[in-house]
């Protein structure tokens, strides 16, 4: 009985495992191929095994600032989302009912937009005659700056874009605390900041571990946001490989940038999931 289960199990995974290998596996793969590839002055791509790709990424400053910025760019992402995430997680997970499904619905609702509409959106509120300059002319301000093509339109837009992402693992994370802890903690003598971090931020952690590897790992890999809102002048990696690929058809090299583009992220997920991890151990064997 258990080999047919096993048999059984095994050939209901076969469509999954198929897709996944046509779907994902198989381009990964390509993507590391090519970005051992070249092209030569003709434009011609030819297949072999070199990493002047990887070298010119980071011997050309141009390309380097780019792959910090992108790093840097989703690092303060997922920190403000983590920030401005925390409370509205509270709020839909311990708030009254009709303010936890307001606020929830305040989140989601945005997702049914296309990225595309509300980055545009972002481009109208943050140009020079938007609502942002209009508010500030309107306190006194003349001639306010204009925020679009910089970095901080980047991050408002993504934080904006990305912030479910952030929220609903918190409020996941929040909902399992059980009350009966900060009741302990109030009676040991705990104030609210105390109750904070020492029961609610720990305890919330998983849900930290899940939002902000994602938000990071979308903010650097993000395409249409960076493009609308920052132009040429705030140039993410995802852009960069928008122009190498598709603009100098210069496929290796892209494929060299995409290579390193996930290894960034992979790396970043990892490293955070190791902290996260021992410091779960760690508060585990305090308790």
């Given at each position: 009985m258990t080999s047919a289960a096993t048999k059984a199990g095994w050939l209901?995974?076969?469509?999954?495992?198929?897709?996944?290998?046509?779907?994902?596996?198989?381009?990964?793969?390509?993507?590391?191929?090519?970005?051992?590839?070249?092209?030569?002055?003709?434009?011609?791509?030819?297949?072999?095994?070199?990493?002047?790709?990887?070298?010119?990424?980071?011997?050309?400053d141009l390309y380097w600032r780019i792959l910090l910025r992108t790093a840097k760019m989703a690092t303060w992402a997922a920190c403000v989302a983590a920030i401005v995430g925390f409370p509205l997680a509270w709020v839909v997970a311990r708030g009254r009912p009709w303010l936890s499904r307001l606020?929830?619905?305040?989140?989601?609702?945005?997702?049914?937009?296309?990225?595309?509409?509300?980055?545009?959106?972002?481009?109208?509120?943050?140009?020079?005659?938007?609502?942002?300059?209009?508010?500030?002319?309107?306190?006194?301000?003349?001639?306010?700056p204009s925020i679009l093509y910089t970095e901080a339109a980047v991050l408002i837009a993504s934080v904006h874009v990305f912030l479910p992402f952030m929220v609903l693992p918190l409020a996941g994370a929040i909902a399992r605390i059980p009350p009966s802890a900060e009741q302990a903690a109030t009676i040991a003598g705990a104030g609210p900041v105390q109750?904070?971090?020492r029961i609610i931020l720990p305890l919330s952690l998983p849900g930290l571990a899940v939002g902000l590897p994602l938000v990071f790992s979308l903010t650097a890999a993000a395409y249409v946001t960076p493009q609308i809102l920052g132009g040429n002048f705030s140039p993410l990696l995802g852009t960069l490989i928008q122009q190498q690929v598709l603009t100098l058809h210069d496929w290796p090299f892209g494929a060299a940038l995409s290579t390193l583009l996930v290894a960034m992220v992979l790396a970043v997920n990892l490293v955070f999931i190791g902290i996260v991890g021992r410091r779960l151990r760690r508060w585990t064997a305090v308790a």
């Open positions: 209901l995974a076969i469509p999954a495992v198929l897709f996944l290998l046509l779907c994902f596996v198989a381009p990964v793969a390509q993507t590391l191929w090519l970005g051992f590839g070249a092209r030569t002055d003709a434009g011609v791509m030819t297949y072999g095994f070199t990493f002047e790709n990887y070298r010119r990424a980071f011997a050309t606020v929830t619905l305040t989140l989601v609702t945005p997702l049914l937009v296309n990225v595309v509409v509300r980055s545009y959106g972002w481009s109208a509120i943050l140009s020079r005659n938007g609502l942002i300059s209009w508010t500030l002319g309107g306190l006194g301000i003349e001639d306010p109750r904070f971090w």
